[in-house]
């Protein structure tokens, strides 16, 4: 079974630094793309961007490009989601999902989020 | 990028069917049929329910469909239950290996 697994919460202050975690079990992790969602308190999902585990090419929603630093380590089979200096608004849960894809003779495609982990919160405040 | 558009919140009674909407554009919704969407119950992950626009993941009740017609995909969910009462959200290839969610949707079961 596939299972996704974050790290914990966490309480920091503006200005502060953070790199959350997740680490994939039950599968090969290897070869997928895992993306990062956001979910600020009260509101809707909203998509950040994605990492290839393989070899750690990324690609980053506009919204959240030179925001957020998206890493990886696939001898620990683990995604890293990163912020150099925290901001209020940062506050939020983050949640990370495995990306299936859809591919065809001549490319391949992200399709949808077939597994997400329990998600971690991150609480910004002085 | 622009979020998909998905009406704030849709309401029905138990037993009846409704219809979520999700809007976007010739870049995403409507160049791919590659839409997804998920329900999410308050405090929990949200769960996929439909994918490729109108496919089932295994273990997902067939009173959930989709379809797509040009930049518009819609979710229906029949038979309504108290149980369906959730945030729903569509979601979208947009190209360039990027992909875009709904607002979200609040379903009430009256």
């Known amino acids: 079974e596939v299972q996704l697994e974050q790290s914990g919460a966490e309480v920091k202050k503006p200005g502060e630094s953070l790199k959350i975690s997740c680490k994939g079990s039950?599968?090969?992790?290897?070869?997928?793309?895992i993306g990062w969602v956001r979910q600020m308190p009260g509101k809707g999902l909203e998509w950040m961007g994605i990492?290839?585990?393989?070899?750690?090419?990324?690609r980053y929603s506009p919204s959240f490009q030179g925001q957020v630093t998206m890493s990886a380590d696939k001898s620990l089979r683990t995604a890293y989601l990163q912020w150099s200096s925290l901001k209020a608004t940062d506050t939020a849960i983050y949640y990370c999902?495995?990306?299936?894809?859809?591919?065809?003779?001549?490319?391949?495609?992200?399709?949808?989020?077939?597994?997400w982990g329990p998600g971690t919160l991150v609480t910004v405040s002085s | 990028q622009s979020a998909l558009t998905q009406p704030a919140s849709v309401s029905g009674s138990p037993g009846q069917s409704i219809t979520i909407s999700c809007t976007g554009t010739?870049?995403?919704?409507?160049?791919?049929?590659?839409v997804s969407w998920y329900q999410q119950h308050p405090g929990k992950v949200p769960k996929l329910i439909i994918y490729?626009?109108?496919k089932r993941p295994s273990g997902v009740s067939n009173r959930f469909s989709g379809s797509k017609s040009g930049n518009t995909a819609s979710l229906t969910i029949s038979g309504l239950q108290a149980e369906d009462e959730a945030d729903y959200y569509c979601?979208?290839?947009?190209?360039?290996?990027?992909?875009?969610f709904g607002g979200g949707t609040k379903l009430t079961v009256l």
């Open positions: 999902v495995r990306h299936r894809l859809f591919c065809t003779r001549v490319v391949c495609r992200l399709d949808y989020c077939d597994s």
């Open positions: 039950g599968y090969s992790f290897t070869n997928d793309w």
């Open positions: 990492i290839y585990l393989g070899d750690s090419e990324t």
């Open positions: 010739s870049s995403d919704v409507g160049a791919y049929n590659l």
């Open positions: 490729e626009a109108n």
């Open positions: 979601c979208s290839y947009a190209g360039s290996r990027t992909l875009v």
